[in-house]
């Protein structure tokens, strides 16, 4: 079985189930080669994976949780505007504890009708067509609507981050160049401006 977890040829029809079921049988702990970088290892099983997200002192999250190196200066990886993402307890822990009594169970209740209510021109929007791409067009409109509704911020809003968020989420191989810190300088500017009105 060729194991290539970089290539984006390998995702071509979906996540390459084949190779994750050989590596679970084979090799639950499997160091993967990388063309352009140090390497690193590919988890595949249930446990390994939950023993390890618990486990911050041993496997960390800074400076990043992706497997490219951060390229210098990137303002996701340090300093004041470090991503949630690439932190370990207990500043996780103290960014965490902000959000989520928002999201627990009580409070969450609150949110259903006007959930309901985007998920309806959501489907509206693409129904007519009878047809609809629907990872883009549903699936990653119902997050990003929910988050920019939660935050204040004009639905469209949602979706322009949210493709900004894709890009900075994509293997570097696959995009033109630099596109990657251009997204990322892009969602901090919106951010910024954001920041700045609030206070206003």
């Known amino acids: ?22 590596l679970r049988n084979n090799a639950p702990v499997y160091w993967h080669d990388e063309p352009d970088g140090k390497g690193f290892w590919a988890i595949t099983k249930y446990q390994d994976v ?11 999250s800074e400076p990043t ?5 951060p390229e210098p200066g990137l303002p996701t990886h340090s300093g004041a ?3 949630m993402l690439m932190m ?3 500043e996780h822990t103290a960014y965490r504890k902000l959000i989520s009594r928002e999201f627990t169970q009580g409070p969450a209740k609150h949110y259903n009708e006007r ?8 489907v509206d929007a693409v129904i007519d067509r009878g047809e609809c791409d629907f990872i883009s067009e549903i699936a990653g409109e119902m997050p990003s609507f929910v988050i920019a509704d939660l935050m204040g911020l004009p639905l469209e809003d949602g979706r322009e981050l949210y493709k900004l968020t894709e890009v900075i989420h994509s293997a570097p191989e696959s995009l033109p160049p630099n596109a990657i810190p251009e997204a990322i300088g892009k969602m901090f500017e919106y951010g910024m401006t954001v920041i700045s009105a609030k206070r206003k």
């Open 88 to 90: 370990d307890p207990p």
């Open 1 to 22: 079985m060729k194991i290539d977890l970089l290539d984006p040829t390998s995702f071509q029809g979906g996540h390459p189930h084949q190779q994750y079921a050989w």
């Open 115 to 122: 959930i309901e209510m985007l998920a309806r021109q959501i």
């Open 50 to 60: 939950y023993d390890i997200g618990r486990n911050a002192s041993v496997f960390s």
């Open 65 to 69: 949780i992706m497997i490219a190196d």
């Open 81 to 83: 505007a470090k991503m």
